[in-house]
């Protein structure tokens, strides 16, 4: 019997635990996922589990050619750039196969009012002359540098705590973990009297509500552009990916 052909999900996303789940189905095939650790309790995908950073692009060469990875495929979040960065050159420093899951990144559609900017410190420059009461949901570590606008109140949405070493905008944390619905965004919108959003475009279902709701309402929000992604093969969803590994056996 061959040895069984080993598939490094780069993952902590919803995508990447579906990709797992699947994958983990297939004959002579070995699934290791691997999670950055920033989520203090995240839900473990099937198969096995490595949890940690790599230590950079030249910690992933070593980590692919010691285990013998034969498939890597990079399933992080948008906005995890530099890993994926690392993946493409590890990957071809290693010559093995490589694969990038994207999930589509939301539209602006009709009723929408965003402000797009490329990058965190862009938005914090355009608040600094906004009002009012303010709605960031970009996770917890880029908290910080909102700091500097003494003159607004954030309510601040993440799984975990952030890190207590860091300055935090004065306002409110609230600790949840999507899928967030439709009601409960508009429930939240409006106890707070939000009055603009500031997200990244992080694309998929379970955030998106804040989207629609804040259409619904004519809120604006402040939406953060994806970062630039290496030049390798991309799919959007699963089954596509599915199919690319499958290929590739």
Same mark, same amino acid.
């Given at each position: 019997?061959?040895?069984?052909r ?14 797992a ?11 290791v ?10 839900t473990?995908? !099937? ?30 979040h ?6 994926? =960065?690392n ?41 600094e ?9 970009i ?10 606008l ?5 309510l ?21 973990r999507?899928?967030f ?26 955030t998106?509500?804040?989207? !629609? ?24 969803t ?5 199919? =690319? ?5």
């Amino acid at each position: 019997m061959s040895d069984p052909r080993r598939v490094l999900i780069l993952g902590g996303t919803g995508d990447a635990m579906e990709l797992a789940a699947i994958a983990s189905q297939l004959n002579e095939v070995e699934v290791v996922s691997s999670l950055a650790g920033r989520t203090q309790q995240p839900t473990a995908p !099937i198969g096995s589990v490595r949890v940690g950073g790599f230590g950079g692009e030249a910690g992933l060469v070593a980590y692919l050619q010691e285990y013998q990875v034969n498939y890597l495929i990079d399933a992080t979040h948008p906005f995890a750039a530099q890993i994926s =960065w690392n993946a493409a050159a590890a990957t071809t420093k290693a010559d093995i196969p490589h694969l990038m899951l994207v999930r589509p990144a939301w539209q602006k559609e009709s009723g929408d009012c965003w402000l797009e900017v490329d990058h965190i410190e862009a938005a914090v420059t355009l608040l600094e002359n906004q009002t009012g009461r303010i709605f960031l949901t970009i996770g917890r570590q880029q908290l910080a540098p909102f700091a500097r606008l003494q003159h607004l109140w954030f309510l601040m949405r993440s799984i975990d705590p952030p890190d207590a070493s860091l300055p935090l905008p004065q306002g409110e944390m609230l600790y949840d973990r999507g899928p967030f619905r439709l009601e409960q965004e508009r429930k939240l919108l409006i106890d707070y009297n939000i009055n603009l959003i500031v997200s990244k475009n992080s694309g998929g279902n379970a955030t998106y509500a804040k989207v !629609i709701a804040a259409r619904e309402m004519g809120i604006p929000i402040v939406m953060v552009n994806r970062p630039a992604t290496p030049p390798v093969t991309q799919v959007s969803t699963v089954d596509d990916a599915m199919d =690319w590994l499958k290929n590739s056996l």
